[in-house]
C-alpha cells in the first residue's frame, strides 16, 4: 500500500507560481509511476500531468503544458509539480495519485491510491 500527501497548495495572482509537492511513503516509490489530477467546483476531476517510475517519461493535459512540469526525486519519495504561469482558470483542488504500473497514464481510474488534495486559487 501507498500512502500519498499534497504540500504547497495556496493563494496567488494569475501569472505567479507555485509548486506542489506529494511525498509518499509505503510500498517501493520507485516503482509507482505518479500523476497530478485536479478538479474545479462543479467540474469533474481531470487529468493535470503524469511521469513514469524512472522519470523518463512524462506527459501533460493540454491545458498546461509548456506552463506546468512534473518531475520527481526517489531518494526523497517526492513528486513535484512546478506550475508557472499560473491562470485563473487552474483554480482547483488538486490531487497526486500513485498506480502500481511503473508506466505513466493519463486515466484516472488507473491509480490505486489518493491523497487528499491540495486548494490552489489563483486571483486575477
Known amino acids: 500500500q501507498v500512502q500519498v500527501v499534497e504540500s504547497g497548495g495556496g493563494l496567488v495572482q494569475a501569472g505567479g507560481s507555485l509548486r506542489l509537492s506529494c511525498a509518499a511513503s509505503g510500498r517501493t516509490f520507485s516503482r509507482n509511476a505518479m500523476g497530478w489530477f485536479r478538479q474545479a467546483p462543479g467540474k469533474e476531476r481531470e487529468f493535470v500531468a503524469a511521469?513514469?517510475?524512472?522519470?523518463?517519461?512524462?506527459n501533460y493535459a493540454g491545458s498546461v503544458k509548456g506552463r506546468f512540469t512534473i518531475s520527481r526525486d526517489n531518494a526523497k519519495n517526492t513528486v513535484y509539480l512546478q506550475m508557472n504561469s499560473l491562470k485563473p482558470e487552474d483554480t482547483a483542488v488538486y490531487y497526486c495519485a500513485a498506480r502500481y504500473d511503473s508506466g505513466s497514464t493519463s486515466r484516472p481510474d488507473e491509480y490505486d491510491y489518493w491523497g487528499q488534495g491540495t486548494q490552489v486559487t489563483v486571483s486575477s
Open positions: 511521469i513514469s517510475w524512472s522519470g523518463g517519461s512524462t
